[in-house]
């Protein structure tokens, strides 16, 4: 079954410094996400991305966010100058079609730890 | 924001008994759900989804049952099994939705006693 992978499982990262997240979404859907997950507390949304502009941002998603997709596999989320409060579980999804009808599907997760 | 919370933060079950995890949520306007099972460092693991215009809706030892008046959404597992051991979320895609995104509740640890 086709699936969401993410790069890498865990980065450790200095706070202050850039840190990219890589994701490949399924091959032929058409939507992606970022979210975050900080321990112990619920999934939550950051951005959306169709049609190589993001469609939906949240708060969270400041000016420090980017996202991009530098070619025809691959959606990344840039984080231009971490913070403690960056340390979360990062999870890249993907819908075949617009998300708020399709089921958004899952990777594993990036582990983000900022000293 | 919206608001998708869950009644029970843990959920203990006997091996072979059925499970039922509960879901409230806040937008009336919202028209599609989703439950996600997540096991210990993976990610959100699509489980069963349900749309507005239904009331319930069955997959494979799975039901969903939404009740729009009460704004409560539940998840029955039948004849739970150690596999099933994880955190239940329920998402919420509220309407009209320009951005997909989806809330998430805060989750529902379920243990199965074997």
């Known amino acids: 079954e086709p699936e969401v992978t993410q790069t890498p499982s865990h980065q450790v990262t200095q706070m202050g410094q850039e840190v990219i997240l890589r994701c490949v979404p399924i091959s032929n859907h058409l939507y992606f996400y970022w979210y975050r997950q900080i321990l112990g507390q619920k999934v939550e949304f950051l951005v959306s991305?169709?049609?190589?502009?993001?469609?939906?941002k949240s708060e969270i998603f400041d000016d420090q966010f980017s996202v991009e997709r530098p070619d025809g596999s691959n959606f990344t989320l840039k984080i231009r100058s971490t913070k403690l409060e960056d340390s979360a579980m990062y999870f890249c999804?993907?819908?075949?079609?617009?998300?708020?009808?399709?089921?958004?599907?899952f990777g594993d997760g990036t582990r983000l730890s900022i000293l | 924001g919206e608001s998708v919370g869950l009644h029970l933060p843990t959920l203990s079950v006997q091996e072979g008994d059925n499970s039922i995890i509960n879901c409230a949520y806040s937008n009336s306007a919202s028209d599609y759900f989703i439950w996600y099972k997540q096991e210990s460092g993976k990610g959100p693991q699509f489980i069963i989804d349900i749309r507005s215009n239904m009331d319930k809706r069955q997959g494979q030892r799975v039901t969903v049952l939404l009740n729009k008046t009460v704004k409560h959404l539940s998840l029955q597992i039948a004849a739970t099994q150690p596999g099933d051991s994880a955190v239940y979320f329920c998402?919420?895609?509220?309407?009209?939705?320009?951005?997909?995104?989806?809330?998430f509740g805060t989750g529902t640890s379920l243990t199965v006693i074997p």
């Open positions: 991305f169709y049609n190589n502009e993001i469609s939906e």
């Open positions: 998402a919420e895609s509220p309407s009209p939705n320009t951005g997909n995104q989806f809330y």
């Open positions: 999804a993907s819908s075949e079609g617009a998300g708020g009808n399709q089921p958004q599907h």
